[in-house]
């Protein structure tokens, strides 16, 4: 069965699920108080429209989006994304009494994350729209960003963008954002992913799509919606990981792809995978393959939140780490390293303080103000205080595709978070 098992659950999404209206600018902001019937046929028009009774009613998002979703979802509970009972051996768990009062103690941190898919599923709805050949990386990135912080109502580090936004191009499967006056252009051509984060104290929504405008295109993109669902739904509670890199990898096995004349395989890439999130760490431990035979028997837990996301490539299905670095997240596990540089010191003084362990990238340091921080920045990676995450690309002429949700094992079901209309 699909659908939240609770009363109390089923009560909200009949409150909460009705999709909010997307229109052009906001209701109040178009109003144009000084016009009059002296001000000739125009300003009628205008005042018209104006005069007309506002409708009270849910408040709906603006394009480009700038309204917060907590002024949407006024009662401040959002959407339960779509649940799926467990099956086989964990049947059970759908009506029991005891998995369903572990589930009212997660309530809060349920809609903190639920909040973040929100965001991500109003970002991207627009920036899905607005995307065409001729814009720049820089500028769907900013787009993305500037959606985000406003939606989420960034907030230090109660609230506010989980990692940077992801636009890789063609044989580049992750981890590109472009660094300050990268003038990368979209094309007609290119195969993007666009991997981006919102988070809620913490609680991070991880989720991509694959965005091209050349239908040739269509089979590889198709291959990675269907492999990654295909490993959603093999995901749950004391499945084997190994299982799920089969289930994965049998769905890439029925996809090929013709272009420009040649037959090519679609290949899982083999060294990427999906993973556990756990609060402000978005790599939390285990990894989820996308190939069969990994030989890991570890099991999913129950109360995991997980990354599931599938890449594939007609290359050769393994990414190499290629370009300039954009991406940087301070480390878990680096004890105490003295830092001889003062500019080093310092600079992890302001990654602490902004970012705490959520990765960043080169932009987000120029924007709260940092100058002429490679050096520094070298500095922490080299002493391990530092991690750098730079591109993940495949052979040169190849192509790449990737899908992405955030899922969480709760103890009744498993919920599709960052599930929209769209993907
Ligand atoms: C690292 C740095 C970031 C985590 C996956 C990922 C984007 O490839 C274990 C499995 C953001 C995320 C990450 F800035 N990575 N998901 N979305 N990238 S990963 C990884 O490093 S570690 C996968
Ligand atoms: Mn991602
Ligand atoms: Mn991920």
Same mark, same amino acid.
């Given at each position: 069965m699909v659908g939240s098992e609770t009363a109390v659950e089923d009560k909200l999404e009949k409150v909460t699920l009705e999709d909010p209206v997307i229109e052009e600018g906001?209701? =109040? !902001?178009?109003? +144009?108080? &000084? $016009? &009059?019937? $002296?001000?000739?046929e125009g300003a009628k028009k205008k005042k018209k429209k104006k005069n007309k009774k506002k409708k009270k009613g849910p408040k709906t998002q603006t394009e480009p989006p700038t309204v917060p979703v907590s002024k949407i979802f006024t009662n401040a509970i959002y959407p339960v994304g779509e649940c799926h009972d467990y099956r086989d051996d964990n049947l059970w768990r759908t009506t029991s009494e005891e998995k369903r009062a572990l589930e009212r103690d997660q309530e809060s941190n349920y809609n903190d994350v639920r909040r973040a898919a929100e965001v991500h599923r109003q970002v991207r709805q627009y920036i899905q729209k607005i995307l065409k050949p001729g814009m720049t990386l820089t500028e769907i990135a900013e787009t993305i960003e500037n959606g985000t912080r406003a939606l989420v109502e =960034? +907030? /230090?580090? !109660?609230? /506010?963008? /989980?990692f940077p936004t992801g636009l890789s191009l063609n044989h580049c499967a992750a981890h590109f954002t472009p660094n300050a006056g990268d003038k990368t252009v979209l094309t007609y051509d290119d195969v993007m992913k666009v991997d981006f984060g919102v988070h809620v104290n913490g609680r991070i929504v991880d989720s991509a799509f694959t965005h091209h405008f050349n239908p040739k295109f269509d089979k590889l993109v198709e291959a990675a919606r269907e492999a990654t669902n295909a490993g959603i739904q093999a995901a749950g509670i004391d499945v084997r990981l190994c299982d799920i890199g089969a289930a994965v990898n049998e769905v890439y096995d029925s996809y090929e792809i013709e272009l420009d004349g040649k037959t090519y395989d679609i290949k899982p890439i083999r060294n990427l995978n999906g993973h556990t999130i756990e609060p402000y760490k978005i790599h939390a431990g285990k990894s989820i393959p996308i190939v069969r035979d990994t030989g890991d028997e570890t099991k999913l837990e129950e109360g995991e939140q997980l990354a599931i996301e599938t890449f594939c490539s007609t290359g050769r299905g393994y990414v190499i780490e290629d370009g300039e670095c954009s991406h940087y997240a301070r480390s878990h596990d680096s004890g105490f390293v003295p830092l001889r540089l003062p500019k080093a010191k310092s600079l992890l003084a302001t990654i602490n303080q902004h970012f705490g362990t959520l990765p960043f990238c080169r932009r987000y340091l120029d924007r709260i103000g !940092? &100058?002429?921080y490679l050096m520094a920045l070298r500095n922490l990676t080299d002493a391990g205080l530092v991690t750098a995450y730079p591109p993940l690309c495949d052979t040169k002429g190849s192509y790449t595709a990737q899908f992405e949700h955030t899922i969480l094992l709760r103890p009744t079901c498993k919920e599709i978070v960052s599930k929209g209309d769209d993907y």
């Open positions: 906001s209701d =109040e !902001e178009d109003v +144009n108080p &000084t $016009a &009059t019937a $002296a001000d000739g =960034e +907030n /230090g580090m !109660e609230a /506010g963008i /989980g !940092e &100058t002429k």
